[in-house]
Structures are given as structure tokens and as C-alpha cells.
């Protein structure tokens, strides 16, 4: 489906010449976010600055049928913010103000554009943070943050997105300006900006986003313990959280991912090691120094080659540019890779990172992995050249085994980066018809019409997984779009 | 193995595959790049340029004058590179993207004045007479009669020309042989730059002075051409390669090291290698090229007080280029009473880039309009930047805005500390 001439010159109108983006090389440049695999060119791409602007455009594209599509920064990793059946992109980035920074209630008020970090920076010198960090931070938006539910290192210790928006302002699929939560910890009613958080554009737009802020601890201890294989690291990680710490971190990197990292980024991760533990401790000075001991001793029972604690800020930084740029950094292996997201509980760890090395050899597949071990997120990032189907369809083999087995043993099938169309097939591994079939009313309530992100987040029926049926009335029993 | 084709570019000088191939399509480049933070338009992000020349590349798209227009609006800053963990060169694919796009005759600037610029700007000799007729302009009161007229509304680019000069000073060569003072480290030979040493002698004079102090000999070329850098930037890599061959020769001698203190000359010229990669003579030139604040950052120098703030602007050719980011800052540290105060976004392009200013003012005005309101953020009265481009660009921001802010070389302030 494509836009009508009268359609565009609408967009025209609303969006002004600056506006919006027909030609075919714009077009083609928002074919794809970060997971390049997934193509599909908007028909347009408006680029608001102003609510009543979202709001006029969702307005249009529900009189004429035609899909509306977020973007913010196009750093998604699931193909969320790309068009496979056309329609308006809507890309929030140029709306980034921050509206209001509250810091007496703690809290700020911010557009969705605004990237993760510029927040931080906003208040950091006052002694506040945004806590949610995802390794994006530094280009991603808060309202693609939002999008996902996105998670980052340190939710191991702060929680993830959801955790943080306080309240939304929101174009719904029926184009209704409508306000979610708000300052207040507990507000009357039902918890939809919780329902909102993570339904990656299927509900509406979101033009303003209220989110906690938090006060900087009094002290932070980042420790690198490296370790000669895997599984080490891996037993003390479960060692470490099961004798009931909390670090604010708790990533591990491979031997494979040092290599690009240390390429890439020049962050001075020990090279010869088979797998580094990244932990970082925070909190009151006393607490920080005591659970630094006790981790530095459990990852020396763990036969630890080294472990090194940061002794500035420099260094601290740069450890976590390096672990924040892996993604970015792998570039220097491979240009193509597939980006799991499946989650194991905790103390399965171990057990799941020999399966993988198991599953890489099968298939011949260079795997790095970079992931919050904390909180048992896997990231293994399957390398593989995108001129050679063949290498693809392996690459894709060993993902959907690996994600299997995350499922056997407990697991999930996304534990941040969210669902779009890479996972949604996955859904039905995790959830039941009747689960399903929920969400799919849910998201039916907000958007009535099926125009806001199709594709994306739920799977398709059999029955009518072509073509994009907007005005589809009452689903028959029992069915789950 | 060469290859004769890629995609819809064709051979020579075609844009490395690996290169873009090395993009994974992360983003991080997008919040350092200048366009992006105006436009917030994927293509016109590194991201999304590097997008364009692989869908060149592997054919789905033909270069077009639209796709020509988001390589010409890129300043060439290569914010992109010093962000880019993966290692894309976007600095030499845009080049040779633009050179594929200058033989199909794609561009989209004013023709007419890209012709004109490069028929002056690497030429010095031809540089100094044009100076010479304009320093005549701005003296003999008619350069307050054509701004009171408002001719120059009728034609923004050439008014763009005419507010970014400076009073043009009088010439003031260089003797050939500046003899090292004190005890004698070595030859080094002193690029002088096309625009600098018409419009900023007095940096070439400290820095030869500097120099000197320090223990060098200094040699200065008379016959010196063009580096080639404008060239290069533009994607005209036959006149480009000409000037570095020439060059090459006229600084052929026993030299240390060839020392400039114009920081996209210097980093030109760093480059010779890759694009003259059998021309022995040239990539010999490329390994002694430094940057001043190389050769001074710890040579002895008599320093005296000098009571002043300043906030440091990184010229990109400088910070991005030749990665060197500390040297410049830790050479103005060394004066004492000289306050140094951090710069907001101090690594974001000012809008001059070479011509750019030129040809594209409407992007530079905004870029340099961010630049300002750092800078007077800072609440430093001098600024300094080492290339002649950056001092153009922010003393005529400063200039327009009336504000009383010096605009200076990191060399200047140095020479300012040494006893009369």
C-alpha cells in the first residue's frame, strides 16, 4: 500500500517543507535499525517537532488506512523501527527538549527524542542520574527506551525502563491525546503507563515521558576480574548472586568480544583471557569497600587470573565505553551478526554457556558474547557475511536452538531489547492462545484500526498473515493476531 | 587483484568496500555528526551516507544529484571516526565518493564559485594578488559602501566571502632560514598553508619563532605550493595528487621533521599515504609531517606569565584527523596564569571546513551559531583553535555578534608568555 498523492501533500502541510522525507534516498536510509537484516522502506518519513503535529499525522494515516511506523534513533535491535508493509515513519528524534527537570520531587519531564545520556548530563552535576543505561545510551532515545523497555547493565541493581517512567503523554492509534501516570508515586486507577512501557509503537506515539530521577551514590568500585575459560566466570557469577549480592553491574565478555573491543576502542581489556567479569559496586562508601572484598574473593576461588579494581574515573570510563561500543566494535569481525536477547535464570549460567559452545560448533558459527550475567540476559552476537546466504541460514539455525534452549531451561526469548519482528513468532514458545489473544485485544483498545506498528511485537495468524488489514472488525474466537 | 567496478562506481579511486562493509549500523556516529545535530535526518548522518555508498555499491540505488547532495552537505569533519568503534574510514569513502560523483558531473553547489575557489585558494601566488586587491577593498571605504547598499543580499554566498574576511594584513614572507637559538636540535621544514600565511602570518612567525627557540632550524620553502587538502576534501584527487608529488620535492631535503601549524594541512598531508601509496618520495613527506604542538608540547621554552582564561576549540582536522587532542591543550597548559576552561561540545565542528563556509553558508551560519553560544558559555574571552579555517570562521561569528572575544592560534598565546 502506498500513500495517495493528496495523502503526501497533507503530510506536506501538517509537517512543512522541512518536514518530510519522499525521496527515494531518505526513504531507503530508514529502511532499517540496527538489526540490518530486517528491511522495509516507509513511504514517507515525518519528522515532527511539535504534539499537535504526531497528533494531525496519526490523524491522516488512520483516515487513510496506511500503517504509522516510530523511529527514534534507529538503534533498535529487533527490527522495531523499520516498515515492512510501508506507511508513514514517524521519526521523533528532532522533538528532544527537556520540558522540566523537577529535581524537588525528583523527576523530569522530557520529549522522546532526547538521547538516554543528554539527560544524565542535564542533572549530573547537581548529583543526579537516570538510572536505565542501555550500552545505547549514548545515541538511543528516551522514547525508544520506553518503546522496548529497554535494560542496560546497571538494571541489575536499578530495575529497567519500566521502572522509571512515572507517566506518558500519548497520540493513540485513534489519534486522542490522552496523559498516563504522572509525578505522583501511586495514581488512582488503573496502571497504564506500565501497560504502555514496552508496546513498541502498537499503542500510539508517546510526545512526553515523566521519569524518576535518582541521586548519584557516594561511592562506586568497578572491578575486572578475568578468567581462563568461560565457565569459571560464569560459577562465580552464580557464586556471586547467590551469596545475595546486589552489584550495580555484572556483565561478562568473551574472548571473541575483547578482541573487537580492544581493537575498536583501545579500553585495555586483558587480552589473553578467555572470559572477563566486568562488576561494578555502588552505593555507601563502607558497604562498596566490604562487598568489593567479598567479590574479589569469590572470583579468586574461582581460579581468577586478575583481579584489577579501576583506580579513576579515566579508567572507569573507558572500561565501559569499551563494554557500552561492543556492539558497534564487532564491526572490526564481521559486518553482519544476529543479536540474541534470551534470558536464563541466573543459576543456569553455567549449563547454557556450554550448550552455546556446543550449538557454535554444530552450526560453524563464530559467536561473541557480551551480556548481563547478572541478571542472565544473554547477548551473543552470531557473526556471519552477508553476502553468503548459506552462512546466514546457519547463523540463523544456531539462534532459534539457542533460544530453544534458553526456553528448556526456564528462560525467556527477549530480556530487553524487546520483541518487533524478531521475536514476535517467538511469542507463542512463552505465552498461551489465551495470553495471546489478551494482549492482542489490549492493543486493539488503543489502536482500533491496527495502524500504529504493524507487524511488530505480536505474531500473525495463520489465517490472515497477508497484507495488512487495518479495519478488520471483531476476531473470531479463540484466534490471536 | 583490482578491481574495475563496484557497483555504480567504477575504477579508479573507488570507495573501499570493506570500509563500508565495516559499518555495522550502530549509530553512535549520529550525536557527534554536525548535520545530523541540525537536520536530524538520517541521511544526512554518517550512518546513513555510509548507507547511501553501499546501496551504490551493491547497486540498488544510482547516484543521483539528491544523493550527491547529502555527500556535499557532509563538512568532512570526521566527528563519524573518532566515535566509530567498528573503524569505518569515513573520511577517505566520502573523498572517493565524491570523486566518483565529480567525473558523472554530479554535484550540488554553485558551480561557478566551487570553479573559482579552486582557481585561487591552492594557488598562493594567485591567493596573495586577489588578498592584496581585497585588502585595497576594505581600506579604501568601499567595503562600507557595498554593505550599506545591500548588494550583497542579492547574492548569500558571496556575502558569506565577503563577512568571513578579516582585515587582511600586509604581507610579511618569511626569510628561507629561521636559525635555531639555543642548543640545535635539528632541520625541520615549516609549511606555511595558502590562507595562513596571507591571513594569519603572525602564526606562522610564532610558530617559526617558537620553533626556533626550541633548538630547530627552520626551514621555509619559497617556493611552496598547496598541500592539497581542498582538493582532496572536494574528490579532486588528479589535482590533488599533483600538489602532493609537488610538494614532496620542495621539501625533499634532510629534514626531521615538516612541522605546520595549520591543522587540515597537516593532516592532508599525513594522509599522502593512502592516496599516493607507490609514491615513495610522497609517503616518505607523509611519515615527517607533525603538527606544532608535536614539536613543542615538551621542548624547552623560556615561558613567562600570562594572566589570561581560555577555552580551547578542537579543530577536527586536528581532534578527528590527527587524533590529537591532548598536545594542543597540554602545550597552552605549560604557560603559567593561563586558565584553560572546558568548551561544551568543544570536538563539534564550527562550519568552516575548508570552502564549506563558502558554498554551503546556511549549514555553517547554524553550526557556528551553536559554536558561539559555548564559547560565551564558557565566560573565556579568548578562544583558540589551530587552523587558519576555525580562526576565520569563529572571530567573524564573534565579529557579527559584536562581541569582544579574541580569536587566536594556540601558538600566539605561547609567543605572547616568551620575554620580550
Redesign the interface.
Known amino acids: 500500500m502506498s500513500l495517495s498523492p493528496a495523502a503526501v501533500k497533507e503530510l506536506q502541510r501538517i509537517l512543512g517543507p522541512?518536514g518530510l522525507?519522499t525521496?527515494?534516498?531518505?526513504r531507503?536510509?530508514?529502511e532499517?535499525?540496527?538489526h540490518?537484516l530486517y528491511k522495509g522502506m516507509p513511504d514517507a518519513?515525518a519528522?515532527p517537532t511539535r504534539t499537535e503535529q504526531v497528533q494531525a499525522v496519526v490523524d491522516l494515516c488512520r483516515r487513510e488506512r496506511v500503517p504509522v511506523v516510530p523511529r527514534g534513533?534507529?538503534?533498535g535491535l529487533i527490527g522495531g523501527a523499520m516498515a515492512p508493509r510501508g506507511g508513514v515513519m514517524v521519526?521523533l528524534?528532532?522533538m528532544?527538549r527537556i520540558l522540566d527537570i523537577d529535581l524537588a520531587n525528583r523527576c523530569a519531564t522530557v520529549q522522546p527524542?532526547l538521547?538516554n545520556l543528554w539527560l544524565t548530563r542535564a542533572v549530573s552535576d547537581r548529583g543526579y542520574f537516570f538510572a536505565p543505561d542501555p550500552s545505547?545510551q549514548?545515541?538511543?532515545s528516551i522514547g525508544g527506551n520506553v518503546a522496548t523497555n529497554a535494560g542496560g547493565p546497571h538494571c541489575l541493581k536499578y530495575g529497567i525502563t519500566t521502572n522509571h517512567v512515572l507517566g506518558l503523554e500519548m497520540v493513540t492509534g485513534r489519534g486522542e491525546l490522552v496523559r498516563l501516570g504522572g509525578k505522583a508515586m501511586d495514581r488512582p486507577g488503573y496502571d497504564l503507563t506500565g501497560a504502555a512501557v514496552g508496546s513498541e509503537g502498537t499503542f500510539g506515539l508517546v510526545t512526553a515521558i515523566t521519569v524518576r530521577l535518582l541521586h548519584a551514590p557516594e561511592a562506586v568500585k568497578t572491578v575486572l576480574a578475568s578468567f581462563a575459560t568461560i565457565g569459571e566466570a560464569s560459577e562465580t557469577v552464580s557464586d556471586i548472586i547467590a551469596a545475595g549480592m546486589i552489584p550495580a553491574a555484572l556483565e561478562m565478555l568473551d574472548a571473541v568480544i575483547i578482541r573487537a573491543?580492544n581493537?575498536?576502542?583501545g579500553a585495555g581489556y586483558p587480552d589473553r583471557a578467555g572470559a572477563v567479569l566486568l562488576i561494578e559496586l555502588d552505593g555507601p562508601t563502607a558497604e562498596v569497600e566490604v562487598q568489593g572484598e567479598r567479590c574479589a574473593a569469590l572470583c579468586r576461588r574461582h581460579r581468577a587470573l586478575e583481579v584489577r579494581v579501576a583506580h579513576d574515573e579515566a579508567e572507569r570510563a573507558l572500561l565501559w565505553k569499551g563494554r557500552k561500543?561492543?556492539?558497534?566494535?564487532?564491526?572490526?569481525l564481521t559486518?553482519?551478526?544476529l543479536l540474541q536477547d534470551a534470558v536464563v535464570p541466573r543459576s543456569k549460567l553455567p549449563q547454557i554457556m556450554r550448550e552455546m559452545e556446543t550449538i557454535a560448533a554444530r552450526h560453524g558459527v563464530l559467536i561473541a558474547n557480551v551480556f548481563h550475567a547478572g541478571d542472565g540476559n544473554l547477548h551473543p552476537l552470531i557473526c556471519y557475511d552477508d553476502r553468503k546466504p548459506e552462512e546466514l541460514a546457519r547463523a540463523v539455525r544456531a539462534n532459534e536452538e539457542l533460544l530453544h534452549a534458553c526456553i528448556e531451561l526456564g528462560g525467556s526469548v527477549t530480556g530487553e531489547h524487546g520483541v518487533g519482528v524478531d521475536k514476535a513468532e517467538n511469542l507463542t514458545l512463552q505465552y498461551s492462545e489465551a495470553d495471546l489473544n489478551f494482549m492482542y485485544r489490549l492493543r486493539r483498545v488503543f489502536d482500533p484500526d491496527g495502524i500504529m506498528n504493524p507487524g511488530k511485537l505480536l505474531p500473525s495468524h495463520p489465517a490472515c498473515a497477508e497484507g495488512f488489514r487495518p479495519s478488520r472488525p471483531v476476531l473470531p474466537t479463540g484466534a490471536w493476531i | 587483484m583490482s578491481v574495475a567496478r563496484l557497483g555504480a562506481f567504477t575504477a579508479p579511486d573507488l570507495p573501499s568496500l570493506e570500509g563500508i562493509r565495516a559499518c555495522v549500523h550502530c549509530g553512535i556516529c549520529l550525536p557527534q555528526c554536525p548535520t545530523y545535530r541540525v537536520l536530524g535526518e538520517e541521511m544526512d548522518s554518517p550512518r546513513g551516507r555510509i548507507y547511501l555508498m553501499r546501496a551504490a555499491a551493491e547497486e540498488r540505488l544510482e547516484p543521483t544529484e539528491a544523493f550527491a547532495r547529502h555527500m556535499d552537505l557532509c563538512l568532512g569533519c570526521r566527528a563519524c571516526e573518532s566515535a566509530c568503534p567498528a573503524g569505518v574510514p569515513f573520511g577517505a569513502l566520502l573523498e572517493a565518493t565524491r570523486f566518483q560523483l565529480a567525473r558523472r558531473g554530479l554535484s550540488s553547489e554553485p558551480r561557478l564559485l566551487t570553479r573559482l575557489i579552486f582557481a585561487v585558494f591552492p594557488h598562493p601566488g594567485r591567493m596573495g594578488l586577489l588578498l592584496g586587491a581585497l585588502r585595497l577593498y576594505q581600506r579604501s571605504g568601499l567595503q562600507r559602501l557595498v554593505r550599506a547598499s545591500g548588494l550583497l543580499r542579492l547574492a548569500p554566498r558571496l556575502a558569506a566571502m565577503e563577512a568571513l574576511l578579516p582585515l587582511v594584513p600586509p604581507r610579511e614572507p618569511l626569510p628561507e632560514l629561521i636559525p635555531a637559538r639555543g642548543g640545535r636540535r635539528g632541520r625541520l621544514g615549516l609549511l606555511t598553508g595558502c590562507v595562513q600565511r596571507h591571513l594569519y602570518p603572525q602564526v606562522n612567525r610564532d610558530t617559526a619563532r617558537l620553533l626556533s627557540l626550541a633548538g630547530w632550524d627552520v626551514i621555509v620553502p619559497r617556493e611552496q605550493g598547496c598541500c592539497g587538502a581542498l582538493d582532496l576534501h572536494g574528490g579532486r584527487l588528479g589535482a590533488f595528487r599533483r600538489r602532493a608529488r609537488a610538494l614532496a620535492a620542495q621539501f625533499a631535503g634532510d629534514l626531521d621533521y615538516v612541522v605546520t601549524s595549520a591543522a587540515g594541512c597537516g593532516s592532508a598531508m599525513k594522509e599522502y599515504g593512502h592516496w599516493l601509496p607507490e609514491a615513495a618520495e610522497v609517503g616518505a613527506l607523509a611519515r615527517r609531517v607533525r603538527d606544532v604542538s608535536q614539536v613543542l608540547v615538551d621542548a624547552d621554552l623560556p615561558l613567562g606569565r600570562l594572566e589570561t582564561s581560555v577555552t580551547y576549540h578542537d579543530a577536527c582536522h586536528l581532534a578527528h584527523g590527527q587524533k590529537l587532542r591532548n598536545e594542543p591543550r597540554a602545550l597552552l597548559a605549560r604557560v603559567p596564569g593561563l586558565r584553560l576552561v572546558p568548551l561544551a561540545d568543544s570536538e563539534l565542528c564550527c562550519g568552516s571546513a575548508g570552502v564549506y563556509n563558502l558554498v554551503e553558508p546556511e549549514m555553517a551560519e547554524r553550526l557556528l551559531d551553536m559554536k558561539i553560544s559555548r564559547i560565551l558559555a564558557t565566560g573565556a574571552r579568548v578562544v583558540a583553535a589551530a587552523n587558519p579555517g576555525c580562526l576565520l570562521q569563529i572571530a567573524k561569528g564573534c565579529r557579527a555578534r559584536g562581541l569582544d572575544i579574541e580569536v587566536v592560534h594556540p601558538v600566539e598565546l605561547v609567543a605572547r608568555a616568551l620575554p620580550a
Do not use: F
Not at chain 1, 325 to 332: F, Q, T
Open positions: 522541512q522525507v525521496t527515494p534516498e531518505g531507503l536510509v530508514y532499517c535499525d540496527m540490518t518519513v519528522l534513533s534507529g538503534t521519526s528524534n528532532r528532544d527524542g538521547i545505547s549514548m545515541v538511543s573491543i581493537a575498536g576502542i561500543e561492543a556492539a558497534g566494535a564487532v564491526g572490526r559486518s553482519s551478526y
